[in-house]
Nanobody, 129 residues
Framework: QVSLVESGGGSVQAGGSLGLSCAAS????????MGWFRQAPGKEREGVGL????????YYADSVKGRFTISQDNAKNTMYLQMNNLKPEDTAMYYC??????????????????????WGQGILVTVSS
């Protein structure tokens, strides 16, 4: 299995940018659908975007399309989330997740809690108005 550790995050004013990193360790030789998820206070965890290991194909939630970008560095086993034009409603705990798969399906963002996702510890992003 894979272990995930997020870094980055912090506080920023609306309109600003932040970047998150997710370092994977363990059994990284297998294919994984990796993604970013977030959970705002009082709300359920929701998918932000997905990327398949070794691929450049990405999927995004409508709420972040055009503002957030997922990328990965396979040599470093690290996934990134670049967040631009942040809004107060982006405030949440952000989690890196990974599930063994032969590819990513956008439906994974809505079904993550019922799939065998591995999760990082989460990192807080706060956007002030």
């Amino acid at each position: 299995q894979v272990s995930l550790v997020e870094s980055g995050g912090g506080s920023v004013q609306a309109g600003g940018s932040l970047g998150l990193s997710c370092a994977a360790s363990g059994d990284t030789s297998k294919g994984y659908c990796m993604g970013w998820f977030r959970q705002a206070p009082g709300k359920e965890r929701e998918g932000v975007g997905l990327i398949f290991s070794g691929s450049a194909i990405t999927y995004y939630a409508d709420s972040v399309k055009g503002r957030f970008t997922i990328s990965q560095d396979n040599a470093k086993n690290t996934m990134y989330l670049q967040m631009n034009n942040l809004k107060p409603e982006d405030t949440a705990m952000y989690y890196c997740g990974a599930v063994r798969a032969t590819g990513c399906n956008p439906e994974f963002m809505a079904q993550a809690e019922s799939l065998d996702f591995r999760w990082g510890q989460g990192i807080l992003v706060t956007v002030s108005s």
